[in-house]
């Protein structure tokens, strides 16, 4: 009787693990439009056009996004809006100067104030009804629309 053979001994072979190189990331700007309300109520004292310190805090915020790295802005359009109590040309008045109290804070803060444009809307633009205080509070604002371009990596 013969001895069976013995099995062949098999050496698994180590895989080659090659590394495919990431591509290098590409650079993209984008034009972009963002839109910002700030609420009167809260920006300024009823009646007035001087910022108050929650205001100030949020323009910085703006102002230090609007400023970053890769961040160009071509406009900046601020329009400020009354609510309708008073005459439509004292309305008028406090919305343009609000509008120019904030971007004059924003010049302040970095921002080329040639960049941006300003324009008092008054009472014309409601956005909620002027016979309640709550509907006077929303139509007391400051909008902000900033035109650039960001530059992101990918």
Do not use: C, W
């Amino acid at each position: 009787m013969t001895k069976p053979k013995p099995a062949p001994i098999v050496i698994p072979q180590t895989p080659v693990v090659r590394t495919i190189p990431k591509p290098a990331p590409v650079k993209v700007q984008a034009e972009t439009t963002r839109r910002l309300t700030l609420s009167g109520s809260a920006t300024f004292r009823t009646g007035s056009s001087s910022l108050s310190q929650a205001g100030k805090t949020k323009l910085s915020a703006l102002a230090r996004t609007l400023t970053s790295s890769g961040t160009t802005i071509s406009r900046l359009l601020i329009e400020g809006h009354t609510d309708s109590s008073g005459s439509a040309a004292m309305n008028q008045a406090l919305s343009l100067k609000r509008a120019n109290a904030v971007a004059d804070y924003l010049a302040s803060q970095g921002i080329m104030r040639s960049s941006m444009e300003t324009a008092g809307r008054g009472e014309s633009s409601p956005i909620a009804d002027n016979k309640t205080s709550a509907g006077r509070a929303q139509n007391r604002r400051v909008e902000i629309t900033a035109t650039g371009t960001r530059q992101t990596t990918r």
